[in-house]
């Protein structure tokens, strides 16, 4: 099994709802808390495993605004577990989810020197590393109904942007998802072979006008013949 | 199976469902709860309006629970000191409704207009109205005249609905999605679930916005539209569909005034009314009988087109005449209105026959046997899935309201009405054309008002002014200056009340609006305003009165402050008798209640206004031996009813809980809407879910339902004699109350057109163009609704410091560059703020975040954040009068017809700093701490694992 991520460039608007809510559920879950530096002061800044990045392509008046968000690929061959010195980081061979356990890590930062994907945080205050655990804490738990044993990340997206499930299936919502829409892996030059997948934006086809009657750009109100429509 | 431990004791756990108050969508949410701790605020998958998600705003609702911004108890500015001065003494509950109800009382007595109750954001506006109402003061309106009346009152003068709350598109069925004018709000989840739902079912999704952020990011096609000119590109897409035969005849002649006949006679009185019979049926031309028949006749067969002679020998023509006279014109081909919007011709063109071919080719049918007004039954509902949805965009300009009709003719004209994958009606809309209900007009003594204070003019009788002609409110709304507006003037309440135009008030009452900052146009001098004292030594606005239940900018200028609790704390109905939450399928509402016991000593607003009604006798809140009638708020919302069997909450009603939306008091209603998760919903029968305006069975269940007086149907305005009247007035044709003064008398002559125009928005008529070369307006970030989530520990980590955005190529042209520090100058002031230039922006437009930049010390942050030292605001280049002009009275900057504010008509010119000029400018002296403020910390852990 292999668990993980396919986000929706199509729909994603980024509205950081995913963001929010994963730091929601996961202040109060199994890393917990998400400390917050100087929250309302004058460089607020804190531990987040979902962050969005906003950029633009293209150039004015065809340019397109991507919302990107990233956190923890998950990756098959992960570099980030390879280089812990300590164990902390590991792989879950059930259900290839990487997670880091807070009593073995030193806050090293040398995982997060090792993740492309920037999707390692540092927690100044516990010195230790924390990063997305696909709300392992909520996948498996059988006391919330089962349409809720999702990330909070999925859960919350308005535009059901995200999808959550298992890659090697090949009729999961997200292989599926993947095969139809050229879903996409980040870096695989890298080989690490991330396990969450984006989907492209579509591109849809144009919308026939020849079919309509073409009139005169001219037409004067006097050659309107009416119609007789009972009211 | 994972050995992972859940990090929780469920034993502890406490699941509760309420409704979020983060923005105005008002989601169902479902709040896990650990000691009196929110664990999880998540979306509630039953909820008719979120279905489950919950956007960034929803999710933080833990911190701003959290906020040390929080008010903490009543606070009275301390005698002595100077207002504005930050120097606050806490007060119990008792001492400030003591105070309150002596001072209101005694206003009461004389001159009850003395008192000006205005409020923001408010989610109660049925009760705080009714609170005014009772009090007997003209002065009161909610936020809407500085927010989006003119979208509102364009859907009711044309429609009898309108955009986003009455009315949202067919999700489920629409092909073709056109959105005009909105950043990235209003709505919030229900827009982001639609728009999913539309792009996998290969819909197309057209954004007009002059800035490609938010929903525009995913739109198939980003049309970069100048500012202020919507109408234009309307109007030219409906000269596109004119000239080709591109609408809908059947929809036209059935559904709308397009074939009642206008009387001709320029010049006259009674020129542009409709041509009636002695009876007041208008009339239309019969093809079969070929004479003047009553067009709401179900059996005639009226001629769309048309020019014919009365008996009198008038001239008269049909609406649709006159429509397709007036844009047929060259002046709405799509090459001259690409000079004014700035889209070029053949993408106006492309757009226009896009969406006839989805309106006319794609049709779709929904088969359920329905029955239509005149009671003939149809087997099936055409639909036209062609939908749009407008906002601010559109709204905020002094041309909006035209603007916002202009796009209903599109939609008209294509027939997509209520209609299957279409624009559909929320209930309780759609209503008379326009709307019942006149406004108040007279104030006296120790009385109620004999109608609510807001209301729908039909003609120049309605408004609410004296025998001279002069405003009866402070907002002046209802005047000569502002014939319909409908939702009154709140920006205008601070300037005129210190001017003493038309008069002076005693006590100022802001709810939860930021009156001060961000609300308010011109900021740094409304804030001189409020300080400002007479020649007695008097403030000019004596006692400043501020509800919220935040530190806000506005906050700091009350002398007596009453803090509100937060949106877990307290009970709320969420009606259908004020801002609706209803879908097209069901007739919804919905409820608040305290998931977390208070921990200081503030107040529901609500309550508190239960509570002063009973205090000061107001009859409805009052039993006949003049004790209070309710308990509280809880016992109000219970047991008020506005007519028999009608109140607040529709779900629940009859003694037994079994009747809905119309019944007599369930003493057992709160406690029903709890245990179904906070809200409820009445699920239309299928054959009363469309074109409701003529749809018998709808008519008759909403005047059962008690949202409308009778079932007849509604009419579709194309052309709005009611604007006629008013320009009547203005040309001094009309058998009744004229204006007198000359400036009065052009604006109604001018935009008061029956048939929405394009004109250049007013202030810049008045400002140099070449001077100020850029169009400057105002966006929303998604994750933030106002102040209250740009304070917040997790929003504002996203963004904390707002830029000025300008198209890239354009910044370059200019020598600039991006992070430089900039002077914005327009015709009012001028601010220094940081750039950033980007491809998302049209040419000549210059945005930014709104409602970031703070004064320093206000909403709980610590001096040096950088919402104050490098965010900003540009309502301090906005001017709340139009630029003035010799030999007129000054006049608001709004919408002439409806008074909304007329933020997105500013002007500005983009210069690079001197070298050395950082930071942002102008900064506000630092706003001491209120007494007992909760201390800010340095390092936020919240987990409610450990221990508070």
Same mark, same amino acid.
């Given at each position: 099994m292999r668990l993980g991520l396919v986000i929706d460039l199509d729909t994603c608007v980024g509205c950081h709802a995913c963001a929010t809510a994963c730091k929601e559920w996961n202040t109060s879950s199994i890393t917990a808390p998400l400390t917050d530096y100087d929250p309302y002061g004058k460089e607020p800044s804190g531990v987040w495993f979902n962050r969005i990045r906003h950029y633009e392509i293209g150039d004015y008046p065809n340019n397109k605004t991507i919302n990107f968000p990233m956190s923890c690929m998950h990756c098959e061959n992960a570099e980030c577990v390879t280089v812990c010195p300590t164990g902390a980081s590991y792989k879950r061979p059930e259900d290839g989810i990487v997670l880091i356990d807070q009593d073995k890590c030193m806050g090293c930062n040398y995982c997060s020197w090792a993740c492309p994907y920037g999707a390692r945080e540092l927690d100044r205050v516990s010195g230790t590393m924390k990063k997305c655990t696909l709300c392992v804490d909520r996948i498996y738990d059988e006391t919330l109904p089962e349409e809720e044993r999702q990330p909070a990340c999925v859960l919350a997206c308005p535009a059901h942007a995200r999808l959550f499930g298992d890659l090697d299936d090949p009729e999961s919502v997200t292989s599926r998802a993947v095969?139809?829409?050229?879903? #996409?892996?980040?870096?695989?030059?890298?080989?690490?072979? *991330? /396990?969450?997948? #984006?989907?492209?934006?579509?591109?849809?086809?144009?919308? *026939? /006008?020849?079919?309509?009657?073409?009139?005169?750009l001219a037409r004067k109100v006097k050659e309107w013949v009416n119609r007789v429509i009972e009211r | 199976m994972s050995a992972v431990q859940h990090g929780h004791d469920q034993g502890k756990q406490e699941i509760k469902y309420s409704t979020c108050y983060m923005c105005a969508c008002r989601c169902g949410i479902k709040v896990t709860?650990?000691?009196?701790?929110?664990?999880?605020?998540?979306?509630?998958?039953?909820?008719?309006?979120?279905?489950?998600?919950?956007?960034?705003?929803?999710?933080?609702?833990?911190?701003?629970?959290?906020?040390?911004?929080?008010?903490?108890?009543?606070?009275?500015?301390?005698?002595?000191?100077?207002?504005?001065?930050?120097?606050?003494?806490?007060?119990?509950?008792?001492?400030?409704?003591?105070?309150?109800?002596?001072?209101?009382?005694?206003?009461?007595?004389?001159?009850?207009?003395?008192?000006?109750?205005?409020?923001?954001?408010?989610?109660?506006q049925a009760l705080s109205r009714l609170f005014a109402e009772q009090f007997g003061t003209l002065n009161w309106s909610a936020h809407g005249g500085f927010c989006s009346v003119n979208m509102a009152a364009a859907g009711l003068y044309t429609l009898g609905y309108a955009f986003w709350e009455f009315g949202d598109p067919d999700w489920d069925r629409t092909k073709y999605f056109m959105l005009w004018g909105v950043a990235e709000d209003h709505n919030s989840n229900p827009m982001k679930i639609g728009i999913e739902k539309l792009k996998s079912r290969g819909g197309k999704f057209v954004g007009i916005n002059p800035a490609r952020t938010g929903y525009q990011a995913v739109a198939d096609e980003w049309v970069p539209i100048r500012p202020g000119t919507d109408a234009v590109l309307a109007l030219s897409m409906v000269h596109v569909?004119?000239?080709?035969?591109?609408?809908?005849?059947?929809?036209?002649?059935?559904?709308?005034?397009?074939?009642?006949?206008?009387?001709?006679?320029?010049?006259?009185?009674?020129?542009?009314?409709?041509?009636?019979?002695?009876?007041?049926?208008?009339?239309?031309?019969?093809?079969?009988?070929?004479?003047?028949?009553?067009?709401?006749?179900?059996?005639?067969?009226?001629?769309?087109?048309?020019?014919?002679?009365?008996?009198?020998?008038?001239?008269?023509?049909?609406?649709?005449?006159?429509?397709?006279?007036?844009?047929?014109?060259?002046?709405?081909?799509?090459?001259?209105?690409?000079?004014?919007?700035?889209?070029p011709a053949s993408t106006i063109e492309r757009l226009a026959l896009e969406m006839a071919h989805v309106a006319f080719k794609e049709t779709i049918e929904v088969a359920v046997e329905w029955t239509d007004w005149a009671g003939r039954k149809h087997d099936k509902f055409i639909g036209r899935p062609v939908s749009m949805h407008a906002m601010r965009g559109v709204s905020a300009h002094s041309n909006g309201f035209q603007a916002a009709r202009a796009i209903h003719f599109l939609q008209i004209l294509l027939g997509t009405i209520d209609c299957p994958g279409g624009f559909r009606a929320k209930a309780p809309y759609p209503r008379p054309v326009p709307s019942p209900g006149k406004p108040a007009k007279r104030s006296a003594p120790n009385t109620p008002l004999d109608a609510h204070p807001l209301g729908f003019p039909t003609a120049p009788e309605d408004?609410?002014?004296?025998?001279?002609?002069?405003?009866?409110?402070?907002?002046?709304?209802?005047?000569?200056?502002?014939?319909?507006?409908?939702?009154?003037?709140?920006?205008?309440?601070?300037t005129n009340a210190v001017k003493a135009d038309p008069y002076p008030v005693d006590t100022l009452l802001f709810f939860m609006a930021n009156m001060?900052?961000?609300?308010?146009?011109?900021?740094?001098?409304?804030?001189?305003?409020?300080?400002?004292?007479?020649?007695?030594?008097?403030?000019?606005?004596?006692?400043?009165?501020?509800?919220?239940?935040?530190?806000?900018?506005?906050?700091?200028?009350?002398?007596?402050?009453?803090?509100?609790?937060?949106?877990?704390?307290?009970?709320?109905?969420?009606?259908?008798l004020d801002r609706p939450i209803s879908e097209p399928d069901a007739v919804c509402d919905s409820i608040r209640h305290p998931l977390l016991a208070l921990d200081r000593d503030v107040r529901p607003w609500q309550e508190v206004l239960v509570e002063l009604g009973g205090r000061l006798k107001l009859p409805v809140f009052t039993n006949p031996d003049g004790t209070p009638k309710y308990k509280g708020y809880k016992d109000f919302i219970t047991y008020y009813e506005r007519e028999p069997g009608i109140g607040f909450l529709a779900g629940y009603r009859g003694a037994d809980g079994s009747k809905s939306l119309r019944g007599e008091p369930n003493p057992q209603q709160w406690e029903r809407y709890i245990e179904n998760q906070g809200f409820f919903q009445y699920h239309l029968p299928k054959d009363i879910r469309y074109l409701r305006f003529a749809n018998k069975g709808y008519l008759e269940f909403a005047t059962e339902a008690g949202f409308l007086k009778s079932p007849e149907p509604i009419v579709i305005e194309l052309y709005s004699e009611a604007i006629?009247?008013?320009?009547?007035?203005?040309?001094?044709?009309?058998?009744?109350?004229?204006?007198?003064?000359?400036?009065?008398?052009?604006?109604?002559?001018?935009?008061?057109?029956?048939?929405?125009?394009?004109?250049?928005?007013?202030?810049?008529?008045?400002?140099?163009?070449?001077?100020?070369?850029?169009?400057?307006?105002?966006?929303?970030?998604?994750?933030?609704?106002?102040?209250?989530?740009?304070?917040?520990?997790w929003l504002r980590q996203i963004i904390a410091q707002n830029h000025l955005y300008m198209n890239r190529a354009r910044g370059e042209s200019l020598g600039l560059k991006d992070e430089d520090w900039v002077w914005v100058e327009s015709h009012n002031g001028k601010i220094r703020v940081?750039?950033?230039?980007?491809?998302?922006?049209?040419?000549?437009?210059?945005?930014?975040?709104?409602?970031?930049?703070?004064?320093?010390?206000?909403?709980?942050?610590?001096?040096?954040?950088?919402?104050?030292?490098?965010?900003?605001?540009?309502?301090?280049?906005?001017?709340?009068?139009?630029?003035?002009?010799?030999?007129?009275?000054?006049?608001?900057?709004?919408d002439p017809i409806t008074g909304q504010a007329a933020w997105y008509d500013l002007r500005v010119k983009v210069t690079r700093a001197a070298p050395g000029e950082e930071g942002v400018w102008p900064t506000f002296a630092n706003v001491p701490p209120l007494p007992g403020a909760e201390p800010k910390p340095d390092v936020l852990r919240y987990n409610t694992r450990a221990k508070a």
């Open positions: 095969r139809e829409r050229g879903g #996409y892996a980040l870096m695989p030059e890298l080989n690490y072979t *991330p /396990t969450n997948h #984006y989907l492209p934006p579509r591109t849809r086809p144009s919308i *026939p /006008t020849s079919d309509l009657p073409r009139g005169s | 709860i650990e000691d009196n701790r929110v664990r999880f605020i998540q979306g509630n998958r039953n909820h008719p309006i979120n279905k489950g998600v919950l956007c960034a705003k929803g999710s933080a609702g833990i911190m701003k629970q959290c906020s040390p911004a929080r008010l903490r108890s009543p606070l009275m500015r301390k005698p002595g000191t100077e207002r504005g001065a930050g120097e606050f003494i806490e007060i119990s509950w008792e001492q400030a409704l003591d105070m309150l109800t002596e001072r209101l009382a005694r206003i009461r007595a004389t001159d009850p207009n003395k008192f000006a109750f205005f409020t923001g954001r408010d989610q109660m569909l004119l000239s080709r035969e591109l609408f809908d005849w059947d929809f036209l002649i059935r559904y709308t005034n397009a074939p009642f006949l206008v009387v001709q006679t320029p010049g006259q009185k009674g020129d542009g009314l409709i041509y009636r019979d002695e009876a007041g049926h208008p009339l239309a031309w019969d093809l079969k009988k070929e004479g003047f028949v009553n067009g709401l006749d179900a059996a005639c067969h009226p001629a769309l087109f048309g020019e014919h002679k009365t008996p009198d020998g008038r001239t008269v023509k049909t609406v649709m005449t006159l429509l397709a006279e007036r844009y047929l014109d060259d002046r709405f081909a799509p090459e001259n209105a690409a000079k004014i919007c700035g889209i408004l609410v002014i004296d025998e001279d002609g002069q405003p009866l409110r402070i907002d002046k709304a209802y005047s000569w200056e502002a014939p319909i507006a409908n939702h009154g003037l709140m920006h205008m309440v601070i001060a900052w961000n609300s308010t146009m011109n900021t740094a001098n409304i804030q001189d305003m409020l300080r400002e004292r007479g020649p007695d030594g008097e403030y000019k606005i004596p006692f400043l009165v501020v509800v919220d239940a935040f530190h806000s900018e506005t906050v700091h200028f009350a002398d007596l402050v009453l803090p509100d609790t937060t949106y877990l704390e307290r009970y709320d109905a969420i009606s259908l006629q009247k008013f320009r009547l007035a203005g040309l001094g044709l009309y058998d009744g109350p004229m204006p007198k003064e000359r400036v009065d008398q052009e604006r109604l002559a001018t935009y008061f057109d029956p048939l929405p125009d394009y004109y250049e928005p007013l202030e810049q008529q008045r400002v140099d163009k070449n001077e100020y070369p850029f169009f400057a307006v105002n966006q929303r970030p998604m994750m933030m609704y106002h102040s209250w989530d740009s304070q917040n520990a940081q750039l950033r230039l980007i491809e998302g922006c049209q040419e000549d437009t210059v945005w930014t975040w709104n409602a970031i930049g703070k004064q320093s010390g206000t909403w709980g942050l610590k001096p040096g954040a950088p919402e104050a030292t490098q965010g900003f605001l540009m309502n301090h280049l906005i001017s709340e009068l139009l630029p003035e002009k010799p030999g007129e009275r000054r006049i608001t900057n709004s």
